[in-house]
């Protein structure tokens, strides 16, 4: 129960429930972003640097928002990193559950000072500050993802 500004009681008519969780998939436009998704499935993940006023788009994008100018370049970047932040996945959010095992994702720092984040792998203790190559394949479920494998 609720009151107005009369301090006149009323009653609240809306009842509400929770749906059961519904799985929202859509098509992702990336007509003008193909190289970056094709760099994926190649091993290389791309991201672009303004030709004009030299800013640096991760994920990349092809129109710059800073001068307004559409010629970018695209750039690999290098294949080594450093860990910045990372979390262990116990409960898988929806569209992830097809993976039995706890997994891990991190958030690394690439030598061209880019932020990137993608799966760890083969980091039986990882911290902060480790060293990663940086990679990317096509998961069996057919999405690209990004890879992170420990090298210290
Ligand atoms: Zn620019």
């Not at 760099?39 to 994920?59: A, H, R, S, V």
């Not at 690999?76 to 450093?82: K, W, Y």
Request: proline share 7%.
């Amino acid at each position: 129960m609720r009151k107005t500004k009369s301090n006149e009681k009323v009653e609240s008519t809306t009842r509400k429930i929770k749906s059961r969780p519904l799985l929202y998939q859509h098509e992702i436009p990336i007509t003008r972003i193909t190289k970056f998704w094709d760099g994926l499935i190649e091993g290389k993940i791309y991201y672009t640097k303004c030709k004009k006023c030299g800013e640096q788009y991760y994920p990349p994008q092809v129109d710059c928002p800073k001068c307004l100018q559409r010629d970018v370049d695209w750039i690999p970047f290098s294949n080594q990193g450093v860990i910045l932040s990372f979390t262990q996945t116990q409960l898988k959010p929806q569209g992830f559950t097809q993976y039995t095992e706890p997994y891990t994702i991190a958030i690394v720092e690439t030598q061209d000072k880019v932020k990137v984040m993608g799966w760890l792998e083969k980091a039986e203790q990882p911290n902060v500050g480790m060293t990663v190559k940086i990679g990317s394949r096509l998961q069996p479920d057919g999405f690209p993802v990004i890879i992170f494998t420990a090298t210290d």
